[in-house]
């Protein structure tokens, strides 16, 4: 059983910066690849970025690519979400998951365990 929190989210202003963090329980955090969703007001959720067990392959949604930037640090059983140039658009509950699989997951139904979500709010 792995249990995720995220926090870091907060309201920012376009072309701001925030930084998420997802924090783990348990020893077998490097057992899991990690994956942000984020999911906007009336609307489904969607992939953000994914990043593979060791850390060494990362995939990005297209809206995103060049501003957000994923890492993890299986030593603080922690996954990063580094994000900037934020639009309003980007306005969205941002949800950490974490699978089994060993490289990158980019579907929510390949996912094994989820946070509550932290609220990211980007005014205009």
């Known amino acids: 059983q792995v249990q995720l929190v995220e926090s870091g989210g907060g309201l920012v202003q376009a072309g701001g910066s925030l930084r998420l963090s997802c924090a783990a329980s348990?020893?077998?955090?490097?057992?899991?690849?990690m994956t942000w969703f984020r999911q906007a007001p009336g609307k489904e959720r969607e992939f953000v970025a994914a990043i593979s067990r060791s850390g060494g392959t990362t995939d990005y949604a297209d809206s995103v690519k060049g501003r957000f930037t994923i890492s993890r640090d299986n030593a603080k059983n922690t996954v990063y979400l580094q994000m900037n140039s934020l639009k309003p658009e980007d306005t969205a509950v941002y949800y950490c998951?974490?699978?089994?699989?060993?490289?990158?997951?980019?579907?929510?139904?390949?996912?094994?365990?989820w946070g509550k979500g932290t609220l990211v709010t980007v005014s205009s």
């Open positions: 348990g020893r077998t955090f490097s057992s899991y690849a």
């Open positions: 998951a974490a699978s089994r699989a060993i490289l990158t997951v980019t579907r929510s139904d390949g996912m094994n365990y």
